[in-house]
Every structure is written in C-alpha cells, then in structure tokens.
C-alpha cells in the first residue's frame, strides 16, 4: 500500500515571498509523482509530474518539485508568489496497478 | 475540447431520498473514479471503474452505488443508506499510470 503525507495543512506567505509545500511519501513499489491544484468551488488541475529521468520538474506557472528518492519526498516550491497562487495543492503518488493515492491538502494562503 | 463533465454543479436533496450525480467524459479513458472532498480531509475514493461493466468499491463505498454501461458515462447514486451524504463530489478520469487524472469541476451535494 502507498500513503502520502503532507506536512503542513495550511501555509501563509506574504506576495512575492518563496514558499515550499512538502511533501513524503511511503511505497514498496516505484511510483510516479504528482501534485495538483485545486481553486475553491472546483476540481483538481494537473499542476506538474514527476515519472523518471531529472529529479526536478517545472510547471509552466513557476512552481517546481524536486524528487528525492533518498528521503522518499517530493517537495513543491515557488521562488515568488503571487494572489492568484492562493488555492489548496494536493501531493499524489500513483503506482502501474493505476491508482493514486492523494495527500490531504495544504492550502496555501498568499497575503498582500 | 475534450474533458469532463458533471452534472449538477449544485444538488439539494431531502432526507431519505436517492440522487444520481452525472459525470461523462470524451477524452476516451478508460478508467473512471469518485471522490468525496470534505472539508480538511482530503480526498477519499467512493468507487471507481477501470473497464466497461466492471468497478470496484474503494475506501468509503457504504451507501453510495454505480454503474459503468458505457465509457463515457460513470453515473454515481448517493442512496437513502449514506448516512452524511453533504459533501463536494469529484469525478476523474485517466489513462495510463503515468499520467495524471482529470477531473470534473465537481457537484457539491447538500442535505435538507
């Protein structure tokens, strides 16, 4: 069985500042690696994903996520954010039997 | 443009009645999922379908039903039994292990 742990249920950050949303997980399989966004009132968006090859993957949006299998985590990061990144990001792992398994959220809170 | 579909956005019931939650797909997955989303707990997996005419339940089956009759379709029944049935409702859809999922923009279900 795979579990997800994210490590912090709420994170606010003041605009501009960086902001890292962590998170581990446990497996006894190789798993592939996601996280999502949610904005309120709406479903999940594929934010960015790690499968295999470089350890650190970008979003278009300027978040990236850097595989460590060492430490069997998969951190999510934004050197400046803004307003609009304010929404609740969920950390998944999903393994080749094809189901995921989600984290349970860590709103992240931006402040003017 | 291809992607899901739910149906409605937003669903009152009165107690001791069934309601069906629609969610259809046209990005010919072959693989079908629900969720409830209550508040601070994450994500929780109802029931989901990974072929025509078969599914199976997941974590929190009780009280709720489905049917997968054809692709596209993947209609959720929250019956009389679910005992709180008040929540946000996401349907997902994905193809391969190592791509995400996509979801729907969700029903959000209220008891009165």
């Known amino acids: 069985a795979q579990s997800v742990t994210q490590l912090d249920s709420q994170v606010p950050v003041f605009e501009e500042a960086p902001v890292e949303l962590r998170c581990n997980y446990s497996s006894s399989v190789s798993v592939y690696l996601f996280w999502y966004v949610q904005y309120p009132n709406q479903g999940l968006q594929l934010l960015l994903k790690?499968?295999?090859?470089?350890?650190l993957v970008e979003s278009i949006n300027g978040f990236e996520a850097e595989f460590n299998k060492s430490q069997t985590s998969f951190h999510l990061r934004k050197p400046s954010v803004h307003i609009s990144d304010t929404a609740e990001y969920f950390c998944a792992v999903r393994t080749n039997a094809g189901k995921s398994t989600f984290g349970d959220g860590t709103t992240l809170t931006v402040k003017p | 443009d291809g992607g899901i579909t739910q149906s409605p956005k937003y669903l009152f019931r009165k107690e001791g009645q069934n309601v069906t939650l629609s969610c259809e797909q046209n990005?010919?997955?072959?693989?079908m999922y629900w969720y409830r989303q209550d508040p601070g707990q994450g994500l929780r997996l109802i029931y989901y379908?990974?072929?025509?005419?078969?599914?199976q339940k997941g974590d929190i089956a009780e009280g709720y039903s489905v049917s997968r009759e054809k692709k596209e379709s993947f209609p959720l029944t929250v019956t009389s039994a679910q005992k709180n049935p008040t929540a946000f409702y996401l349907c997902a859809s994905s193809t391969e292990p190592n791509y995400g999922y996509t979801f729907g923009s969700g029903t959000r279900l209220t008891v009165v």
């Open positions: 990005l010919n997955h072959d693989a």
């Open positions: 379908s990974q072929i025509v005419n078969d599914f």
């Open positions: 790690y499968l295999s090859g470089s350890t």
